[in-house]
């Protein structure tokens, strides 16, 4: 009898996969952060990453770090857990859970409470001691959604298109 593979993709794996996938296509030249928001079923309901809203040019808005606040990417750029939420196919996420490479900031931790996303999985915690960073996780821990780091159990998925 033939045997199934072994070496197929953990659920963790896939929807992380998704993310990162999804993260390639930011233009942010120094972080590109890609989210993707599975169902309780395992099936995926939003994809996102960071970028500017509809309409503003990748080309006219500044990528700006530094300088004057207005003069950089921070006030414009939609991060890519927002995106995930708001284009998810169904409203309700209730028991869903959100696939990251960054963990979220205060003002997506916000959106994802809101939304009802139960679970946070996530690659990096680089800016974890960010005031940000130490809010979203306080809300998170009075609100019940659980984070864990996605710990990998192989360095990287290949995709070739040839
Ligand atoms: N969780 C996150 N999701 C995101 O999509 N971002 C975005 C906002 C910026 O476009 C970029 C961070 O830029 P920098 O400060 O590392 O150059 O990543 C940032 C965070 C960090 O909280
Ligand atoms: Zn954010």
Not at 84 to 108: G, K, M, Q, W
């Amino acid at each position: 009898m033939v045997s199934k593979r072994t070496d197929y993709l953990s659920w963790d794996e896939y929807f992380m996969a998704v993310a990162l996938l999804s993260g390639l296509r930011s233009k942010d030249p120094s972080t590109q952060v890609g989210a993707c928001v599975a169902s309780a079923a395992n099936k995926i309901i939003g994809v996102g990453y960071n970028g500017f809203p509809w309409g503003c040019s990748d080309d006219d808005l500044p990528w700006s770090r530094e300088g004057e606040y207005l003069d950089t990417k921070y006030p414009y750029v939609c991060h890519a857990e927002l995106n995930a939420v708001l284009n998810s196919t169904v409203r309700d996420l209730h028991d869903c859970r959100i696939y990251v490479a960054l963990f979220p900031c205060n003002e997506c931790g916000k959106v994802i409470i809101q939304s009802g996303i139960r679970e946070i999985i996530y690659l990096s915690d680089k800016y974890k001691d960010t005031d940000s960073v130490r809010a979203a996780k306080l809300m998170f821990a009075k609100s019940g959604v659980r984070c864990r780091r996605f710990v990998p159990e192989r360095a990287s998925v290949l995709l070739s298109f040839l």
